[in-house]
Each structure stands twice: as structure tokens, then as C-alpha cells.
């Protein structure tokens, strides 16, 4: 412990600490929503596909609003945009326990979990740009990297939590036990101390900022590319995954512990790579996560040849290899290359980006697995993903996370000071 809190770690920054144990409360917090979410639905005489689109709801509030939450990120003090939003889910959760009962229509529901998708608009943009308030730049890969693992952590928990207090309380009491969570994390954001912003005399219109997060993004090549490739490639794979994953290994050998078991192993792969990428300083580090981004592969590969259940989950633990890298390099480059004002906005971008097409590729591998197959499909994935990998390196900036200027300019300073 002592030397956790020592001088000069990650966890002696007090606004830091209090940051990461709130984001893993939270995540907790709303890991465990579905399972009661699920429960409640299905005990009232919900199908799949009622639950199906009730889930998707928060997607789609998500992405329709994420770009609104970049703008009030960069506007108002970013603690605050992640207090309100996180109050805000809260109460929503307790008005859960009041409406969810066995005769509330679907639409009640799905109005409420869309509403809930609006929290989480609003505190991604600002809990990614909060980060250089809270840590010096040398910092910042750490951080990032570490803050992945809390997510990580809090996905495998919050189930275990709900399911935990679904057998105990039941379904509709544990959308308390979710809130709770939600407030106390909540509570240990007013510990972090941000920098006072800049008064600007004459701010610009809502729309202006909007359209100027947009710009940003556009007029830094890199950035775009590297969304863009994300974008399509979550939908085809992942977004595939996730539906096929249950579906084979049921289908396949009976059991849903392989299922689970891949799951948590994938969270492991990401968090040990992510662990690597932070101790290892690397030239070009667009170059190395994209390159290990491609081991995704793995997953619709084991999917595609289902030769045991082994395999299986080896497999989907190398997949989560993939990711390790793009929480120490990605997040980092954005903090150091888009200025502070524009993060928000950026983030919200990269947020909308990362899941808007994935209900889309959810709803329709079914019926493109029912018309070609799932095998040919799941090899279609692979090619289409490492195709992208291959196209988004010739794109100026991207093997080093960096404007290109701004790459030339480094290397000229490192040769003159040799």
C-alpha cells in the first residue's frame, strides 16, 4: 500500500485517486443495470427481442447525443458535466424501482433506458478529457492505461454484483443497489480540482462549438482515420461477436461457461497488454496498436473453427490482446495533440464513432449469417478487419499518432540536440 501511495505513483495524485475508484463504482454501477434490467423484463413476460430493443435504446441516446456532451464538456468544468451525469443515471435507476412493474408497457421502459444512454453521453466526453486536470503529462499513458483496467474490472464485477443482488433482493430492488453505486462514486468527484478555464468575452454559439469539435476532427487526418476504421470495424466484428459468442458455444457444447469464461479471458488479454504498453516506450506507436489490433482476428477466427472449447477461450483472450495498446497510446496522443478546450468534443466524436454502428451490425448478423452462413461470414470479418488495419497506415500521421508537422518537428529537435 505504502508503496502504491508513494511520491510521484499514479495513486499519490489525489484528484486521480478519487477519479479512478469513482469510474470504477460507476462502471460497476452500470455493468449490473442490464442484469436487473433483463430480469425485470423477462420476469414481466418479455421476449429476447423485447430486451433486445430496450437495450438498444441506450445505444441509440448515446450516439444521438454524444456530440451535445462534447460541446458542454468543453464549456463548463468537466467534473461537473461527470457529477450531473452520473446523478442524473442514479436517479433514474431509483425511478426504476417505482416504474418497473409487471404492467408497465415497453415504452415506459425503453423511454427510460433511453434517457439513461443521455447520462452516458454527457460523462464519456468529459471523463476523457478530465484526465490532464488531474495528472502531469508524463503521467497520462499510466493513467489512461490504468483507468482501462478499472473498466475492465468493473464489467467482470458489476454482473457478479447483479446477479448477486437479483438472487437477494430481487430485480427491481437491485436498480437500488445500482444507484447507490452511481451516488457514492459520484461523491468522490468533488475531490478532484480542475484549472480554472480562460473567460472568453464573446463565447460562440452552441452550434459554432459543435460544428468546431467536427472540424477538428476533421482537419487532423490521423484521428479521422483512425475513428473511421474503428467505426466499421466494430460493427463487423465485434458487434458480430458479441451476438455469436453465446450462440455457438451453446450450440456447440451445451454449456454457457465457455461463453462467460471468454468474456472474462478477453478483459484479461486487454488488461495485460494494456500493462505492457504503458512500461514500453515505443517509436511509433500508431504502427504497434494497429498492428496488435489486428489479433482481434482471433475471435470470429475460433468463432469460424469451433474446435473445442480451449481453444475457444485462448482464442478470445488473445483477441483482448488487441486492445491493450490503444489505451496507452490512443487516449494519450489525443490528450497531447488536440488542445485542452477541443477535448471534449473530440472524445465525444471518438465515443459516437466507437459504438454508432454497432446496434446496426447487431441487428444484422442474423439474417446475413441465415443468407451466407456463419462460418463465411466470420471469415469475411477477418479479412474485412485486417483489410482496414492495412488501409488506415497509409493514412500521414497515423503510424505515429501525430501531425505529420509535428512528427518532422520532433525528430528535427532530437537530431539537433545530438
Partial sequence: MKKLLAPGSLMSYSGFRSLWISSLLVTIGGSAFPI??????????????????????????????????????????????????????????????????????????????????????????????????????????????????????????????????????????????????????????????????????????????????????????WVAACIAMSTFQLMVVLASENVLLPVITRREFHTNTIFATAAVMFSIGGSVSALIAMRIKVKHPGLVSVVIWGLLVFAPLVLAFPISGTVIIIGYFIAGISIGPWEAYWLTAIQREIPQELQGRVFSVDYMGSIGLMPLGMALVGPVTHIFGERPFLIFAIIFHLLLCGLVLLVPGVKDLRSPQKSGNSSQGEQSSA
Avoid at 415504452?107 to 495528472?135: C, D, R, T, Y
Avoid at 493513467?143 to 433482493?169: E, Q, T, W, Y
Fill in 36 to 221: 436487473a434490467l433483463a430480469v425485470t423484463i423477462l420476469d414481466a413476460g418479455g421476449t429476447a427481442t423485447t430486451l433486445g430493443v430496450i437495450l438498444a435504446s441506450r445505444v441509440l441516446s448515446s450516439v444521438l447525443l454524444a456530440l451535445v456532451g462534447g460541446v458542454w464538456a468543453d464549456r463548463l468544468p468537466r467534473k461537473f458535466v461527470m457529477i450531473g451525469a452520473d446523478v442524473y443515471r442514479g436517479f433514474l435507476m431509483l425511478g426504476l424501482v417505482f416504474v418497473a412493474t409487471p404492467n408497465v408497457p415497453t415504452w415506459g421502459l425503453a423511454l427510460l433506458v433511453f434517457a439513461m444512454g443521455a447520462g452516458e453521453a454527457f460523462g464519456f466526453p468529459a471523463s476523457g478529457a478530465i484526465l490532464p486536470s488531474v495528472l502531469p503529462p508524463d503521467k497520462l499513458p499510466a493513467g489512461n492505461v490504468l483507468r482501462g483496467i478499472s473498466a475492465r474490472i468493473g464489467s467482470i464485477v458489476g454482473p457478479g454484483v447483479g446477479g448477486f443482488s437479483v438472487a437477494v433482493f430481487g430485480g427491481r430492488m437491485t436498480f437500488a443497489v445500482t444507484a447507490a453505486f452511481f451516488f457514492i462514486g459520484t461523491a468522490l468527484l468533488f475531490n478532484i480540482h480542475e484549472k480554472p478555464r480562460e473567460s472568453v468575452e464573446s463565447p460562440p454559439s452552441f452550434i459554432e462549438d459543435l460544428r468546431e469539435g467536427l472540424v477538428t476532427v476533421w482537419r487532423t487526418p
